[in-house]
């Protein structure tokens, strides 16, 4: 193993007994939100996509990445926000989910728009509170916590509930039914 390779696994030990984790902010409609940096696989500039006829709107299209066909969902639109505005700051992030439902533990790659990327940080357990009970404007299990990140609050999401396959499968399963239901 290399100098470097080790230096990158002691750090990450050391910030895991320590309570810590470390999570990429981003903003979204003008609120930040973080997400656990083991979920994601890389961070992309926003380019052209394919749209797919009959898929919800938060379901803005798929791109390709390498080969291989991503979805690109709108978290904006995702949280019943509207759609995401595209910007030249607008973002995708590639998270890498896996279906717990499965015995195969089937790896999905899906994409976020974000509209900006801020940074990494490192958020200890300690400055992490529950979500609240309510007044919040998302669904609560969507949040996992909400990390105190400088002054402020960031909502931290619980990406295995707001990127479901099943609950997006079943979202898309009603639109594709009811545009083709007779009149």
């Known amino acids: 193993m290399s100098a470097l390779q080790t230096q990158h696994s002691a750090s990450k030990e ?22 656990d940096i083991l979920h994601i696989k890389e961070i992309i500039e926003f380019s052209s996509l394919t749209e797919v006829p009959l898929m919800p709107g938060f379901i803005r299209g798929v791109i390709n990445l390498r080969g291989a066909v991503v979805p690109v969902i709108d978290l904006c639109a995702r949280f019943g926000r509207g759609q995401t505005e595209v910007t030249r700051r607008t973002c995708i992030v ?33 400055e992490v509170e529950p ?53």
Not at 99 to 122: C, L, Q
């Open 131 to 183: 979500p609240p009970s309510f007044g919040a404007q998302m669904r609560s299990d969507f949040i996992s916590g909400m990390g105190k990140y400088g002054d402020d609050f960031v909502i931290m999401l619980e990406l295995d509930t707001v990127l479901s396959v099943d609950d997006m499968s079943a979202l898309s399963a009603d639109v594709v039914g009811s545009a083709l239901s007779p009149l």
């Open 94 to 126: 590639i998270v890498e989910l896996t279906d717990k439902g499965s015995e195969e533990r089937a790896i999905h790659d899906i994409g976020v728009m974000v509209d900006t990327v801020n940074e990494v940080v490192d958020i200890p357990s300690s």
């Open 14 to 35: 050391d910030a895991a007994a320590a309570g810590q984790r470390q999570y990429l902010i981003f903003s979204l409609g003008g609120e930040s939100f973080a997400i």
